[in-house]
């Protein structure tokens, strides 16, 4: 795993340079992209991106996950958060943006996702990190063999996760997400971590036994992985 810790205000654009170069770098590009605060700054580059002549009309995308029984015109619907704080602002073809189904029959939209996903591997994955380790959905004792599923939210991501709610209670309690093993499959991947909060979590990611007990772990065992991260999500590597 490479680690760059970065001024926080530098994140974002190193991330942006890395999927500039897989935009701007391939016929088809197939972008793993992930909600959350940490990357908001990353799409504000892209879309500013496209407005100085950067095209996505030829780009695919597939997010990491979605709640369970909310539809995407719900304002907390992670599709609804990529329309706004990307897909409504750029030239992507929004039939070729895939957010997982929360709602519906959730086997068939697993088994769809996985499908899509192996018909169409993703060159670059953006990832984010929870306080607990997860990455996308995938909470502790995932198995590193996952493929998208439905998952029960634990308590602490219930509560990380509600500030973006009007009441916690609002907080669906499952939600559906790539897998652990699709996510491995990505060809490169990203990870962004900001924040103290996050200082555990980064450590047991890069310098913690790969194991279920921090999912992110498993991204040792990748051989193309970029830790983009500030001082403070750095504070407790060695
Ligand atoms: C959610 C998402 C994750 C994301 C995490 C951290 O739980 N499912 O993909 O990495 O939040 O989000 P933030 O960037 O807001 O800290």
Known sequence: ?????????????????????????????????????????????????????????????????????????????????????LFDHIDIDKDNTHVPCGVGDLTEQCNNYNNMLSQQPIDIQILGIGVNGHIAFNEPNTPMD???????????????????????????QQAITMGLANIMNAKKIVVLATGQGKAQAVKDMVQGKVSVACPASILQNHPDVLLLCDKQAAMLLD
């Not at 940490?38 to 990491?64: A, D, E, F, R, W």
């Not at 602490?156 to 669906?172: D, G, W, Y």
């Open 146 to 172: 996952s493929t998208t599923h439905v998952v029960a939210l634990t308590d602490s991501t219930i509560k990380a996760n509600a500030r973006l709610f009007a009441h916690e209670q609002l907080v669906p």
């Open 1 to 85: 795993m490479k680690i760059e810790v970065l001024d926080n205000s530098n994140i974002n654009s190193r991330a942006y340079q890395e999927i500039l170069s897989v935009v701007t770098g391939k016929a088809h590009p197939v972008l793993g992209l992930a909600t959350g605060t940490t990357p908001i700054g990353l799409y504000q580059l892209m879309v500013n991106g496209y407005q100085q002549g950067v095209s996505y009309k030829h780009v695919s995308t597939y997010n990491l996950d979605e709640y369970v029984g909310i539809d995407g015109g719900n304002v907390n619907s992670y599709r609804y958060f990529m329309n706004h704080h």
